[in-house]
C-alpha cells in the first residue's frame, strides 16, 4: 500500500493532495513537492473518508481540540457533544484522549461522527486498560499489549498518533544530573519514564520504531512524535531535557521519511515569550522542516483558569515562527476536564492564534479576510463584516443587544462614530 509520502516522491498528485491545496488555496503541484520534502503531511488513514487536510510550511495554521474521557467524568454522550461543538467553530482535528469507560466504544463513535482528522495516544489506552483490569502496577505496560494496540487503532481508522518514542534511557539521566521544577508533565511521557525506571530497559517505542513504522506506513498513520519530556513551567523551557529529546526527535524523522511514514513533531509547553522564536527555529532545523504541533506554548504559569489566552499568546507567536498545528488550550487546563462550552472558548482562541499569525506571515487568504472586513467595517455594512469574522454568533448577540440596534453605528460612539464622521465630511 502507497502512503501520501511514497506517491509525493513519485511527482503523483493524489485526489487527498487536491482536495487539500484547493483548502489552502495552494497548487497542487507545490503540495505534492512539499510533502515529498516532508514539510508537509495529509494525516489521513486510508481507512476513512473525511475531507483531507494538510499540515505544514506555507499552509494556514490548523488547531486540534482535545476531547475524551477520564476515570473520574464518563460521559460518551458528553465527549460527542464536544467534538459537534469544536468542530462547529473551526477544529481541524481531534484528538481522542480517552481513559475511563468503554475506550473502543468511544474512539469508535468518535471516528464515526468526526468529519475531520482524529488522533489518539496509544499508551493511554493500554494503561487505563491495566489499571481497569487491576493489574499490579498498572503504570508498567507490556510493549507487545502497545504495539498490538497501535496496529488496532489504525485499522480502526485513526489518522495520526501522537507516540512518545523520543524519551530513552539516555534523556532520562539528565535528572540524575540537572533539576526540574515540575519534573515530567507529559502522561505519555511519564508512563516511558516510569516503564524504563522500573524494567530497566530501553523505551520500546525508540527500541522497537521500525516496527512501528510499517503498521503506520500500511494503513498510511502520521506519526506525531510526542514530546514526553516538554517543560511544564517557564522555568524549565529549552533544558538539557528538553533539547536531548529534540535530538532524538529529528533522528526519528528522517527514519520515518526513509519508510516512506508521514511524520510531525510535538513541542512545548511552557516557555516564556522571548523563548519561543528560538525555540520554534531550533526545532525546524533539528527535525529538518518538518510540521510542528504545539501545545500552547503558555507563556505563563500563573494564568489557570484563563489559559486559554495565555496558550493563544504562544501560540500565535509560535505559528508565526514556524508551528504548523496548535493544540487548543482550554480555561480549564491544570484545573479539570473541559466542558463543553471550555472546548468552545479554547477552539475560538486558538483560531485567533492562528489566524493571526497567518496574517502575520503574509498568507493571501488571511490577509484578504482581514482587508474585507477592514474594507465591511468602514463602510459600516455590519452583515458582511460578520462574514469574515472568526465568531460571528456573539459579535452578531451582541451587536443586536446594543441599546441602539441600527445600522449606521454601535453604542459605543454613537453618532460620533469615527468613521461615519469621516466618510460624510465634505472634500
Known amino acids: 500500500m502507497t502512503t501520501q509520502l511514497q506517491y509525493a516522491n513519485r511527482g503523483i498528485i493524489t485526489p487527498e493532495m487536491e482536495q487539500a491545496a484547493l483548502h489552502d488555496g495552494v497548487s497542487p503541484n507545490w503540495l505534492c513537492s512539499q510533502i515529498a520534502a516532508g514539510r508537509c503531511v495529509i494525516p489521513k488513514n486510508r ?12 499552509l494556514s495554521t490548523k488547531i486540534n ?16 457533544e464536544k467534538l459537534k461543538i469544536a468542530t462547529k467553530y473551526g477544529a481541524d482535528s481531534i484528538m481522542d484522549l480517552s481513559t475511563g469507560g468503554n475506550l473502543y466504544l468511544n474512539l469508535s463513535e468518535i471516528l464515526k461522527h468526526s468529519q475531520v482528522m482524529v488522533g489518539t495516544v496509544p499508551i493511554y489506552t ?7 483490569l487491576g493489574q499490579t502496577d498498572n503504570f508498567v505496560f507490556d510493549p507487545d499489549e502497545l504495539f498490538a494496540e497501535i496496529e488496532t487503532q489504525a485499522k480502526m481508522g485513526v489518522d495520526f498518533m501522537t507516540l512518545h518514542c523520543a524519551v530513552t534511557t539516555k534523556s532520562i539521566r539528565y535528572f540524575d544530573v540537572f533539576e526540574r521544577t515540575t519534573g515530567i508533565v507529559s502522561r505519555g511521557g511519564s508512563l516511558v519514564y516510569r516503564y524504563i525506571k522500573t524494567t530497566g ?25 510526542g514530546d514526553g519530556l516538554r517543560p511544564g513551567s517557564g522555568t524549565d523551557a529549552n533544558d538539557p531535557m528538553q533539547i536531548d ?5 529529528g533522528e526519528l524523522v528522517q527514519r520515518a521519511r526513509n519508510k516512506g511514514v508521514q511524520v510531525m513533531v510535538e513541542g512545548p509547553g511552557h516557555m516564556p515569550l522571548t523563548q519561543i522564536e528560538m525555540n520554534m527555529k531550533l526545532m525546524k532545523r533539528i527535525c529538518d522542516g518538518a510540521p510542528l504541533y504545539v501545545l500552547g506554548p503558555l507563556t505563563t504559569d500563573a494564568a489557570a483558569g484563563y489559559d486559554h489566552i495565555a496558550g493563544a499568546i504562544g501560540g500565535a507567536i509560535a505559528a508565526s515562527c514556524g508551528a504548523n498545528f496548535l493544540c487548543y488550550v482550554t480555561p480549564a487546563e491544570h484545573l479539570c476536564l473541559p466542558s463543553i462550552d471550555d472546548v468552545k472558548q479554547g477552539v475560538i482562541a486558538s483560531r485567533i492564534a492562528a489566524h493571526s499569525a497567518d496574517v502575520a506571515k503574509g498568507l ?7 482587508l474585507k472586513l477592514s474594507q465591511a467595517r468602514f463602510n459600516l455594512d455590519w452583515e458582511k463584516m460578520f462574514d469574515y469574522m472568526l465568531e460571528p454568533e456573539l459579535a452578531r448577540k451582541r451587536k443586536n443587544e446594543s441599546e441602539s440596534n441600527t445600522d449606521d453605528y454601535c453604542t459605543m460612539c454613537g453618532e460620533l462614530c469615527a468613521m461615519k464622521t469621516f466618510r460624510e465630511t465634505p472634500n
Open 126 to 132: 493500554v494503561v487505563a486498560r491495566k489499571g481497569e
Open 65 to 80: 481540540a482535545n476531547i475524551g474521557t477520564s476515570g473520574k467524568h464518563c460521559s460518551l454522550k458528553e465527549e460527542l
Open 245 to 249: 529529546e529534540l535530538l532524538i526527535q
Open 364 to 370: 493571501p487568504l488571511a490577509v484578504l479576510n482581514d
Open 201 to 225: 530497559k530501553e523505551n520500546p517505542l525508540y527500541e522497537h520504531y521500525d516496527k512501528i513504522l510499517e503498521v503506520c506506513k500500511k494503513f498510511d498513520v502520521t506519526i506525531s512524535l
Open 47 to 58: 481507512n476513512r473518508n473525511i475531507k483531507a487536510r494538510a499540515i505544514g510550511d506555507g
